[in-house]
């Protein structure tokens, strides 16, 4: 059963930068497209950016395109997720899962506060 870890948050200023870190372990990373999601408080969980098993594009949502930059070391079975010009409607725990077939197991995520 494969398991996510999420890294990395914090409490930064607006227009600062973070990099967020995710690390799977007990499955075959390698051959996942993976992806980077995010919930808000009273909000539902919604998509941030993806990338393919072997890195060669990358899509985003429409909110963070320009500023959020996923990456992806499969030597390292991690995945990152580099944001920058952070604004306080970026706040938010950060999850990794597979993207387009998310495992039923979501790691604990990571706590991205942006203050204004």
């Known amino acids: 059963q494969v398991q996510l870890v999420e890294s990395g948050g914090g409490l930064v200023q607006a227009g600062g930068s973070l990099r967020l870190s995710c690390a799977a372990s007990g499955g075959t990373f390698k051959s996942y497209a993976m992806g980077w999601f995010r919930q808000a408080p009273g909000k539902e969980r919604e998509f941030v950016a993806a990338?393919?098993?072997?890195?060669?594009?990358?899509y985003y949502a429409d909110s963070v395109k320009g500023r959020f930059t996923i990456s992806r070391d499969n030597a390292k079975n991690t995945v990152y997720l580099d944001m920058n010009s952070l604004k306080p409607e970026d706040t938010a725990v950060y999850y990794c899962n597979r993207y387009g077939e998310p495992f039923n197991s979501w790691g604990p995520g990571t706590q991205v506060t942006v203050s204004s």
């Open positions: 990338i393919p098993y072997n890195g060669d594009y990358t």
